[in-house]
């Protein structure tokens, strides 16, 4: 853990500094955390909301689970930790959240809409033979 010196006023601004502006994270840890985002495994707060001038974001990161955690790869180092965004970056994981979300309710709503019955039980045209039978002899 990193301590800062109270006693030093001017270091502790730096560091206060530091964290306004937040950091990017490299390309390999961005696009873990943007897959991790798209299936909605993010949390995502201000560093200071009451600033103005501080954009930066607070990210944590949750492991993968279930049937995504089988295929999607995430480093330890980025998961279960806070890590703290600039402006940019945070912003853009924001985008991918909200897309991953409207693309998942969207596969939602048509399965919801999806007929089974009718798709399985009836052909579109009743002259064709089903796969795998053979052909009336008319």
Not at 15 to 43: C, H, P, T, V
Not at 93 to 117: S, T
């Amino acid at each position: 853990m990193k301590s800062i010196k109270v006693t030093d006023v001017g270091s502790l601004k730096n560091e206060l500094n530091k964290y306004k502006k937040g950091k990017k994270l490299d390309i390999r840890y961005f696009n873990q955390a943007a897959r991790m985002a798209w299936l909605g495994k993010i949390s995502m707060s201000p560093v200071d909301a009451e600033d103005p001038d501080c954009q930066a974001w607070l990210l944590h990161v949750q492991a993968p689970e279930g049937f995504a955690a089988h295929f999607v790869d995430t480093d330890e180092d980025l998961i279960n930790e806070i890590h703290i965004l600039d402006a940019e970056q945070g912003q853009y994981l924001v985008e991918i959240m909200r897309e991953g979300m409207a693309a998942r309710a969207d596969e939602l709503q048509k399965l919801n809409r999806r007929d089974f019955y009718f798709g399985k039980f009836f052909k579109a045209d009743a002259s064709k033979p089903t796969e795998g039978s053979e052909p009336s002899a008319s």
